[in-house]
């Protein structure tokens, strides 16, 4: 399922646009997967979604840069 999700499923504005909880998009600034600017576009599509860019990271955010992925996990959380 994870496979076919990764290779069959693309994901757009429409989509994102029918979430309706609170949502912090993370993304790495060299993220070769999600450019900034497509990230951009999806956070838009969320009503209220807040916006975290890590720098100096790709993909694996967590991985890369656990500290300011937490610092930007801590408001998002506590409103």
Known sequence: MMSKLHSEDNLGTET????RC???VMNGDSDVYNPIDAVI??????AGAQ???IPGC???V???NFAVVWE???PFLNR
């Not at 576009?41 to 969320?46: D, E, L, P, R, T």
């Open 16 to 19: 994102f646009g029918k979430i």
């Open 22 to 24: 609170p949502v912090l």
């Open 41 to 46: 576009k999806y956070q838009k599509a969320i």
């Open 51 to 53: 916006l975290s860019i």
């Open 58 to 60: 790709d993909h694996v």
């Open 62 to 64: 967590l991985y890369c």
């Open 72 to 74: 930007s996990f801590k």
